[in-house]
C-alpha cells in the first residue's frame, strides 16, 4: 500500500527526492514518517509530517538539508534530499501512522512501505 521510489546513487553534495505514494486507501489524515536503515544498523527516524502537511520534524542531521512535504490529493508524500553525505547511504522506507502526533518512534506507525536504496558516493 506505501510504496517508496527515487532512490539512486548520486554524488556526495547532490540531490535526490524520494515520493512515497499510497494505494489501496487514502492516507491523507495519517501523519507520514520517512526511516532509514544503513547496512549494519538499526533503522533510525528521518522526517515526518502531519496529516495537514503544517508540522513536520527531522532527525537533527538532516535539518537544513532534507525537507519533507505531501500532496494529499495524489497520496503522496516527498522527501527532497540536498547537500547529500555518504553517511546518507541507505535503505529508505516510508510510513504511515494513525497518531495525530507527528512521531519520531517506529512504533507508532501502523504501516510500513518498500524501500528505496539511496547510495551517495565521496
Known amino acids: 500500500q506505501l510504496q517508496a521510489s527515487g532512490g539512486g546513487l548520486v554524488q556526495a553534495g547532490g540531490s535526490l527526492r524520494l515520493s512515497c505514494a499510497a494505494s489501496?486507501?487514502?492516507?491523507?489524515?495519517?501523519?507520514m514518517g520517512w526511516f532509514r536503515q544503513a547496512p549494519g544498523k538499526e533503522r533510525e527516524f528521518v522526517a515526518a509530517i502531519s496529516w495537514s502537511g503544517t508540522s513536520t520534524y527531522y532527525l537533527d542531521s538532516v535539518k537544513g538539508r532534507f525537507t519533507v512535504s505531501r500532496d494529499n490529493a495524489k497520496n503522496t508524500v516527498y522527501l527532497q534530499m540536498n547537500s547529500l553525505k555518504p553517511e546518507d547511504t541507505a535503505v529508505y522506507y516510508c510510513?504511515?501512522?494513525?497518531?495525530?502526533?507527528?512521531?519520531?518512534?517506529?512504533?507508532?506507525?501502523?504501516?510500513w512501505g518498500r524501500g528505496t536504496l539511496v547510495t551517495v558516493s565521496s
Open positions: 510510513a504511515a501512522s494513525l497518531s495525530t502526533v507527528v512521531s519520531a518512534r517506529a512504533q507508532r506507525y501502523d504501516y
Open positions: 489501496g486507501r487514502t492516507f491523507s489524515s495519517y501523519v
